[in-house]
């Protein structure tokens, strides 16, 4: 064999031998790549899991507002305002108050009258 041949040869199986380190060390890469992406892939679907079950919760929480709770709530404010309105249409306590007050004293006077006239009384027997 003719020595520039083998040289030539020579040059060739080292190229080679090179690109195949490259194809190997690119073939790690793309291992370590996809272990990676498996990963990721079972956190995402951790993941889409987890919120489904959020998504639900809240679905039934929006549910629960909408039919119970919005509902009472109605109901309270409903009977907050007609109880308002009674309220407003009573009157107001001072005034009442002076009026039994008004009212006592005059019992009181009747009272004292009465008990003044029956003291006479006693004393004219």
Do not use: W, Y
């Not at 919120?51 to 809240?58: I, R, W």
């Not at 109880?83 to 107001?92: I, M, Q, R, S, V």
Request: aromatic share 2%.
């Amino acid at each position: 064999m003719d020595p520039e041949l083998k040289e030539l040869l020579s040059q060739l199986i080292g190229r080679f031998d090179k690109m195949e380190n490259r194809m190997d060390s690119l073939e790690q890469t793309v291992a370590q790549t996809n272990s990676r992406l498996d990963a990721l892939e079972e956190n995402t679907t951790q993941m889409n899991n987890r919120l489904s079950t959020l998504e639900q919760t809240v679905t039934r929480i929006d549910l629960r507002l909408e039919n119970e709770i919005g509902p009472t709530v109605q109901l309270l404010l409903e009977n907050q305002a007609a109880n308002h309105t009674k309220l407003d249409k009573l009157p107001p306590m001072e005034e009442k108050l002076d009026d039994v007050h008004s009212r006592v004293q005059v019992i009181e006077d009747v009272v004292t009258d009465h008990s003044q006239t029956i003291k006479a009384f006693k004393q004219a027997k």
